[in-house]
Every structure is written in C-alpha cells, then in structure tokens.
C-alpha cells in the first residue's frame, strides 16, 4: 500500500492541501472583520500606487 510512489505523492499533496486550506480558514475572521471594512481604502492605495508605478517606468527622463 505503501510501496506505490504515486499513492505517497497523492497522500503528500492531500496533506498540503489540507494544511493550507487549514491556514486560509484561521484568516476568515481577520479578512471579514479587519480587511473587509477598509476594502475601500486599500483599493484607492492600490490605484494610486499603480498609477505612480506606471508614471515612473513609462516617464521619458
């Protein structure tokens, strides 16, 4: 049961799917109560950073 390489990579990636989904579900509280109410906010930052990344690669000097 053991011995088959392929039944040990399947066992290996369920295991790290696992884990991560596990890592993901203890943010759930976090996004919803801390990230969610400044969405705005962190979308305007985004956009002005975009915006100044944008204006210092394609400037001519």
Same mark, same amino acid.
Request: aromatic share 18%; charged share 5%; no cysteine.
């Given at each position: 049961m053991? %011995?088959?390489p392929f039944? +040990?990579?399947l066992l290996t990636v369920g295991w790290g799917l696992h884990s991560v989904? /596990?890592?993901?579900? %203890?943010? %759930?509280g976090w996004v919803r109560y801390t990230l969610v109410p400044h969405s705005w906010q962190i979308g305007i930052a985004i956009g002005v950073a975009h915006? +100044? /990344?944008t204006a210092m690669t394609t400037s001519r000097n």
């Open positions: 053991f %011995s088959n039944y +040990v990579l989904a /596990t890592i993901l579900d %203890s943010f %759930s915006l +100044v /990344t």
